[in-house]
């Protein structure tokens, strides 16, 4: 790789990391897997190392490698922040009980007195409170260790600044209280809505919103954000001793903390299964998500006697709701083309009940999650359904191997249409690269081929684009040049004026300019403006579609992963077949070719062999520079060769052209 060619990708990697960062830190979201991530660092780090001058201060690399809460100030927690065992059904929960009465030496018939809480989905985070004025507040972190988030707790309405106190309940000298931040299900979709529409990436549930909106280094925005919190536990209480949980409980809400009010007292392991059922019916109705509730010894002393492992208190659990997912086996796996020509795997598996729905398939996203999770055909796997998202596999079951199962491959053509399938450096997804003629992308390409900024084929909406491919009456593109009267009034709801309407747009478009010609083909990553960019630098579509991966990465705006999704695009049989039979049809492009004015001015220049001056991208720029242009191959229109060492076969052809031949010298005196 030249020096130029390594100079874009480092900064097309510092990007896209970048980018990914701020997904995974700032968002909670991340769009690709850690190994996916880890290739980009590793990539750029090689690249910096070959190229010691592209290195630079706020490179990624410098940073990736520390923990995110770098951040922000780290506080540590007085006693750890543990976390809490599962029970996932009544019998395991029976058993806990017994386990806690064995621990305290008490009779089996005896009923414990337990608190239960919902279970909330969100952020665990602790606050401090001195004289009942809050000091400072800090994220789980490690359980150890937090994130200082004290100016962006302090925007929550559900945090009080200073505690209230009346004459039934002193303020601690120091008052350390747990709870959990969290967003409200209905707000989560509020503002996913708004970040739809603004373009902002969404969050993927409310419990990554909130952990998002919390870990923000801008206060104000954590102040945007529809933030709640509950309260529900203890750190250390200096001055004032509880008797029992729900004392305690009592005593937050006196001093103005947000307590769930459905919270229970609970006496013995009936009371609560049957407050565990109830929940779970009003799982959905709730306002907040939850997975299950959490079960507390009530008495403290109970609770100080049963202490704590290095993970999780002895006197608390947590009581799961049925799990949205279940175990099956795989038998085989198809891929799904999407409307973008993203290939999707789908694992086909025995039909499965989770959580009420019977699944027979599920997404396993792509090669990287397939590799991640070693999933393979024949494999017991578990799959999960959450809320209304498509069901995906979670992970493999690997203790049930039998050895006889198979690696999944991906296709090398696609299902839909028999194009190449290929997957571009630094993308998870593989792609068909069929463009116009696969069936799975064509409505979605003949909707982006009549917009405004393409061919501006007024007329031809979502409705009328479905059924013209659905009733087989357009197969391509370029099939709506070729649509007759009478084929549109098959359409619904379509009269005689309507269908003169239409046939005159398409009419119309026939004569267009080559850069709304090249952005309405619909090649991945040209949009409007590169299209443009494209159309001024080559003139033509004949031009375009002969260009090298090297000749693209030429253009200032064009890097490798462009560059090569055009490449690949003009490399599709079909797609060249499509544009043909476009041409044929009668559609005039005009030629956008801006000649430069300088002492280049309309001449054109093709190189051959090595320079040693300079970069063939270097002598490209300064020919520009004048107002003259680089072919990619020798041709009648070419005026000059610039021949370098070890020339390769367009000598011989210029030669037969009659074409004139100069050295580097002279070349540099041209441009001097
Ligand atoms: S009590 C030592 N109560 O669940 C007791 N935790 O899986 C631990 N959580 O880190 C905290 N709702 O962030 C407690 N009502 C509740 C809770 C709750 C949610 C979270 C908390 C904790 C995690 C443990």
């Known amino acids: 790789m030249e020096r130029e060619e390594a100079k874009k990708r480092v900064e097309e990697l510092r990007e896209l990391i970048n980018y990914h960062n701020y997904r995974y830190y700032v968002l909670d979201d991340p769009t690709i897997s850690d190994a996916e991530y880890d290739r980009l660092v590793i990539e750029l780090q090689q690249l910096e190392e070959r190229f010691p001058d592209l290195k630079t201060p706020d490179s990624p690399t410098q940073r990736v490698g520390h923990p995110p809460a770098e951040k922000f100030n780290t506080i540590p927690h007085t006693i750890p922040m543990l976390s809490l065992d599962n029970v996932f059904d009544e019998d395991e929960f029976i058993a806990f009980d017994k386990r806690v009465k064995r621990f305290l030496n008490i009779a089996d018939k005896e009923h414990i007195e337990y608190v239960g809480e919902p279970k909330m989905d969100g952020v665990g985070v602790e606050l401090v409170y001195e004289d009942g004025v809050f000091k400072v507040g800090s994220t789980r972190g490690d359980g150890f260790i937090g994130e200082d988030v004290t100016s962006n707790l302090k925007t929550i309405p559900d945090v009080p600044l200073v505690l209230k106190s009346d004459s039934s309940i002193r303020i601690p000298r120091r008052l350390e209280v747990r709870g959990e931040v969290y967003m409200e299900k209905k707000k989560f979709a509020i503002l996913n809505r708004r970040r739809g529409e603004k373009g902002e990436p969404l969050f993927a549930n409310p419990r990554n919103a909130a952990a998002g909106s919390l870990r923000q280094l801008d206060p104000m925005i954590t102040a945007k954000r529809p933030l709640n919190v509950f309260f529900y536990a203890a750190g250390v209480v200096e001055g004032i001793k509880f008797k029992t949980h729900w004392e305690f409980l009592k005593a937050l809400e006196k001093w103005g903390f947000r307590v769930n009010s459905r919270s229970r007292l609970l006496r013995g392991v009936d009371e609560v299964i049957r407050y565990y059922r109830e929940m779970a019916e009003l799982r959905e109705e709730l306002e907040y998500e939850t997975d299950g509730v959490v079960i507390k010894v009530n008495r403290i002393d109970f609770q100080e006697r049963l202490g704590s492992t290095s993970k999780a208190p002895r006197w608390a659990v947590a009581f799961k709701f049925e799990a949205k997912q279940a175990t099956t086996v795989i038998r085989d796996v198809v891929f799904n083309v999407g409307r973008t020509g993203a290939v999707t795997p789908v694992a086909i598996f025995d039909p499965v009940k989770i959580g009420g729905v019977e699944v027979t398939r599920a997404t396993l996203h792509n090669e990287d999650e397939i590799k991640r999770k070693d999933v393979r055909i024949g494999d017991t796997v578990v799959v999960q359904r959450a809320g209304d998202v498509i069901p995906e596999v979670v992970s493999v079951i690997v203790s049930k191997r039998k050895g006889s199962e198979k690696r999944i491959v991906f296709p090398e053509s696609c299902p839909e249409c028999g194009a190449r399938v290929i997957r571009i450096e630094g993308e998870a997804a593989h792609r068909c690269t069929g463009g116009l003629s696969c069936p799975a992308q064509l409505k979605e390409s003949i909707k982006h081929f009549c917009c405004k900024e393409g061919m501006d084929i007024e007329g031809i909406g979502e409705k009328i684009i479905s059924q013209l491919v659905d009733k087989g009456i357009v197969k391509d593109i370029a099939d709506l040049y070729f649509l007759r009267k009478d084929d549109l009034l098959k359409l619904e709801r379509m009269g005689s004026k309507l269908a003169d309407n239409i046939l005159n ?71 060249n077949q499509v544009i043909q039979k476009l041409l044929k049809a009668g559609v005039k492009i ?39 242009s680089v072919a990619p191959s020798v041709s009648k229109k070419v005026d000059y060769l610039v021949v370098g060492s070890e020339p390769g076969s367009k000598l011989d052809e210029a030669k037969k052209l009659g074409i004139r031949i100069i050295t580097e010298e002279e070349f540099i005196k041209m441009i001097s």
């Open 505 to 575: 747009a398409i009419e119309r478009s026939k004569e267009t300019k080559l850069e709304k010609f090249l952005y309405a083909l619909g090649i991945r990553n040209v949009g409007e403006h590169l299209a443009r960019v494209l159309a001024r630098e080559f003139g033509s579509i004949e031009v375009i579609r002969e260009l090298s991966v090297e000749e693209l990465m030429g253009i200032r705006e064009i890097g490798p992963v462009v560059a090569e999704s055009i490449y690949n695009f003009f490399r599709e049989k079909r797609n």
């Open 590 to 628: 005009k030629s956008e070719r801006v000649e430069k004015r300088g002492v280049l001015s309309g001449k054109t220049f093709v190189f051959t062999g090595a320079l040693s001056g300079m970069t063939r991208s270097e002598a490209k720029k300064k020919v520009e520079e004048l107002g003259g």
